[in-house]
């Protein structure tokens, strides 16, 4: 290519480029979401089916889209962040990011302790992260809370995933408010002693090893488990669900707030409101395998088929605000 | 015309204020995240900091120089080894091996990690296979080890070495290595004291790449779950939720880098890499005896395997199971990808173009210093680097939006420059500067003054002399430069996720879309899409090189 021919070319390219980026303000409603577009369309798709109400999305990780929103301030065109975790939300709202919805609907149908205290964000579906087992070398006896994986019996049978994902630091952060931070170092102190094998990346690769009898027990979320199991059903795994005695099974959720500078605050609370109820919340939950955060909606049948269980009462805020606390606690044991 | 007036003559065009403004410019986008990166370093969090000095720092700087010399070497070694073969002498299969050893840059690092992590660990079917035949696999070694991630990490990257090696062999002309064996050296001597030497600036250029690449993994480390100084940012980041400790580790990341490329270049300051301008390629190749022949072509093949085919080979069956996945939408996800890649490859591979000359041309020190940092942030993490460039340009419009208030009052059209094409072209342009910048200026080293000197003293200078002369010579290199940003951006996630204007989503984001809720075996589908178009170049790139091969 000559370069006499490159100039004008790049020139042109520029210019198509950046136009694009100047427009008048739209009526649609502008989501930033952690949680992945084949979890989302469906539901937005729904929506607009429904109400006429157009719903533009930018997907990304959490960190990076709320980077950006702070960058953006009150020129932001987002009205809606969503992601996948309580710890994000309670940080996007921490730096003032999200505003506070008064609302009757999401007050009745999200319980308090899935939803931030001021308002500013709602959990729309429970991720529960529980014991796993091995059916054919554990009895379920044998299992009852976290802290009792780090005992004298799972000693090299333990299986964890990394601690570098957000699950295991907010179940940490979970201990901590729980027991304390001596106490929950101690619990996690214990289950490094008793792991079978360096951590793994990823949920699916711990049960694999499970099944392999590279250990017996690990935490898993529990969609995880209901995606493999849907695939394998005869696979010598269950789930145990911890701490019944106890507190109960450590949930986190997948929510969402609205912007701090929303240019369409009231349309994202309507849907924010539909999203709350029941025909929206059983096909938000079920297209991943989670819970409805509202208590009246049932699970999918995958999911019912693994028994009732406690979940945990304490508000999943506190997962945010101790979770760089759980991150040191950590790294001070030694959980990689 | 004396000699004097030549060298003014051919460097006329270079000396005026506007080509300086350009490079400037070119190099602005790159610098923007170091500045951010640097200014955040001189403020440090000083209770984070303690606990990262204390518990991490120790652990994460030996992982990391221990992949940086591992893979560093490893890979240096494969791809100048195979470079040779394939460029020097005659093998079975190399004129196939020529092209297809090119293959591995298509697939993804992350990608590669994780179908080897699923093969190898302990309950993936290798040594499921071999308890169930022996009733024990404890003697096979953990996949997930410091030499697990290195012989991943190298199997992925050596491509980089191995094309600018290539490129080296194959434009330093045979008469260099045929002098130095009428001198008397023996045909290994001839390519040890010789051959090597003359291509060291771009094995050199290759490694750097590799070592850059390296350093700002972070999917593939953390497939293995293995700790680097990357990990430790995006740890501090996402889980302690202080991105002003992240945005420091990432400052001490990039002196590491400086320190490597300082100790480089000095070792070779004053050495001139110019060809013997032999470019005839009909002469012989090295004959290797029979049985050296049979080696070269099991060790192209070994690495070929397990670099390229048994992964897509993975790939392919797990796309196979989720083959319902493929909707029409594909055709955008690959025409978007492939659209974005182009453009990236026009403008990056012209921007080296132009700073590779304006490094040669002015040869002022603080043009060299400029050109050299804005190359380096290829070494930063991706998502830190998205970050590092998105929210300054998110500045910028904020500013422009309130000048436009000011201006036209509240019905001022609304901007967003950060959801834009022009967005994703200049964070592209951030990353992968570096990408096109190496070779295109290891192949101008191959351009003597004297070159320059006969075209001038014929009238042909300026641009004239650039399309006429020099980019003819540079053809193996541009294209080489091509390939390797083509195939790159194709690759590129947290860049392409956080600038892509809505709707914009291409199969890298498709990969992410999947990974993200740890669906991998999903995500085969359009990583195998992306290795597909990503041959398209490398056979371009074959052709290319014909001419001279």
């Known amino acids: 290519m000559s370069i006499r021919l490159l100039a004008p070319l790049l020139g042109a390219l520029l210019l198509v480029a950046g136009v694009s980026g100047c427009g008048k303000q739209s009526s649609e409603l502008v989501v930033y979401s952690a949680r992945n577009e084949q979890l989302i369309k469906p539901i937005f798709d729904r929506y607009t089916a429904e109400t006429g109400q157009k719903i533009r999305f930018v997907t990304d990780d959490a960190g990076p889209l709320i980077e950006r929103l702070n960058a953006e301030g009150a020129n932001s065109q987002a009205d809606i962040l969503m992601t996948v975790d309580a710890g994000e939300l309670w940080h996007a709202a ?29 959990g729309f579906s429970i991720r529960a992260r529980t014991i796993v087992y091995s059916t054919e070398r554990v009895k379920p006896e044998e299992l009852s809370d976290y802290a009792a994986l780090g005992g004298e019996r799972w000693k090299g049978k333990l299986c964890l995933r990394t601690s570098k994902k ?29 792991l079978a094998t360096e951590p793994f990346s990823n949920d699916t690769l711990l049960m694999q090893a499970i ?25 010598p795994i269950k789930l145990f669900w911890a701490d019944q005695a106890g507190q109960g099974v450590h949930v986190n959720i997948s929510g969402a707030g ?32 989670e819970y409805p955060a509202n208590p009246a909606v049932k699970a999918d049948a995958i999911v019912l088929a693994w028994g009732d269980f406690k979940p945990s009462p304490m508000n999943v805020a506190q997962a945010g605000e101790l979770q760089a606390a759980a991150v040191k606690l950590m790294d001070r044991v030694g959980y990689r | 015309m004396t000699a004097d007036s030549i060298q003014s003559e051919t460097r006329r065009g270079w000396r005026s204020p506007l080509s300086v403004v350009l490079g400037i410019l070119l190099c602005l986008p790159a610098l923007v995240p170091l500045v951010v990166i640097v200014h955040a370093t001189i403020s440090p969090e ?6 990262l000095a204390r518990y991490v720092l120790p652990e994460v700087t030996i992982n990391t120089i221990k992949l940086l010399i591992g893979v560093g070497l490893l890979s240096s070694v494969v791809g100048t080894a195979l470079a040779w073969l394939t460029s020097m002498c005659e093998f079975p299969g190399r004129r196939f091996f020529d092209w297809a050893l090119l293959l591995p840059l298509a697939i993804p690092t992350y990608v590669l990690a994780f179908v080897a992590v699923g093969f190898l660990d302990y309950s993936g079917p290798l040594q499921t296979w071999l308890r169930e035949l022996t009733g024990t696999s404890q003697w096979v070694p953990r996949i997930r080890s410091t030499g697990g991630v290195i012989v991943v990490l190298s199997l992925a990257l050596y491509p980089y070495v191995y094309l600018l090696a290539r490129t080296a062999f194959l434009t330093q002309g045979r008469r260099a290595l045929e002098a130095a064996q009428t001198l008397g050296f023996g045909r290994a001597a001839a390519t040890w004291k010789v051959a090597l030497p003359m291509a060291r600036p771009w094995i050199a250029a290759g490694v750097a790449l590799v070592c850059m690449e390296t350093l700002a993994d972070f999917g593939a480390v953390s497939v293995f779950n293995y700790n680097t100084f990357t990990t430790a940012i995006y740890r501090a ?62 060790s192209a093949g070994l690495v070929l395997a397990l670099a390229f085919a048994l992964p897509l080979l993975q790939l392919l069956i797990w796309s196979l199971k989720n083959a319902s996945d493929i909707d029409s939408r594909y055709w955008g996800f690959i025409a978007r990808s492939l659209m974005l890649a182009g453009s990236a490859v026009v403008v990056i591979v012209a921007a080296s173009l132009l700073l590779a000359y304006l490094e040669r041309r002015r040869s002022s020190a603080s043009m060299k210093a400029l050109v050299r940092l804005a190359t380096l942030g290829y070494a930063v993490p991706g998502t830190v680097l998205a970050v590092g460039i998105v929210v300054p340009l998110v500045m910028l419009n904020n500013y422009l939006q309130g000048l436009l208030r000011t201006w036209f009052g509240a019905g001022a059209p609304v ?8 967005a994703v072209l200049i964070a592209y342009l951030a990353r992968f500067l570096t990408v096109g910048f190496n070779p295109v200026e290891s192949g101008l080293q191959r351009i003597t003054r004297s070159i320059d000197e006969a075209a001038a003293s014929l009238g042909v200078v300026g641009t004239q002399l650039i399309r006429k002369v020099h980019v003819p010579l540079l053809r193996t290199s541009l294209a080489t430069a091509a390939t390797l940003v083509f195939v790159d951006v194709m690759k590129e996630m947290p860049i392409t996720l956080i600038t892509r204007p809505p709707g914009w989503d291409t199969l890298a984001v498709r990969v992410w879309e999947m990974t993200s809720e740890g669906e991998w075996e999903r995500a085969a589908l359009p990583a195998v899409a992306i290795v597909l178009v990503g041959l398209i170049p490398a056979a371009m790139l074959t052709r290319r090189g014909a001419h001279v091969a």
């Open chain 1, 94 to 122: 921490d730096l003032g990011l999200l505003q506070s919805v008064q609302s009757d609907a999401l007050s009745a149908n999200i319980p308090e302790s899935l939803r931030d205290p001021n308002n500013r964000w709602f």
């Open chain 1, 166 to 194: 957000v699950y295991n630091q907010s179940l940490v952060a979970m201990l901590i408010a729980e027991h304390g931070e001596p106490k929950a170092e101690e619990i996690v102190r214990g289950w490094v002693a008793n």
């Open chain 1, 211 to 235: 099944v392999a009898g590279q250990c017996d027990v690990g935490l898993v979320n529990t969609y995880y488990f209901g995606r493999l199991v849907r695939e394998q059903p005869e696979l």
């Open chain 1, 258 to 289: 609205v912007t701090a500078h929303a240019p369409r605050a009231a349309e994202a609370k309507k849907f924010f409101e539909w999203l709350s109820q029941p025909e929206a919340q059983t096909m938000f939950a079920g297209l991943n395998l």
């Open chain 2, 46 to 51: 000083a209770d984070v900091w303690a606990h």
């Open chain 2, 237 to 298: 980041w996402f889980g302690m939720f202080s991105i002003s400790a992240a945005l420091e580790l990432a400052g001490v990341l990039l002196v590491f880098v400086i320190a490597a490329f300082a100790l480089e270049r000095s070792s070779r300051a004053g050495a001139r890499f110019t060809s013997a301008r032999d470019m005839s390629r009909e002469t012989t190749r090295l004959q290797l005896t029979p049985a050296m022949r049979w080696v070269a072509f099991i």
């Open chain 2, 415 to 422: 901007l967003l420059l950060q959801g834009t094409l022009l």
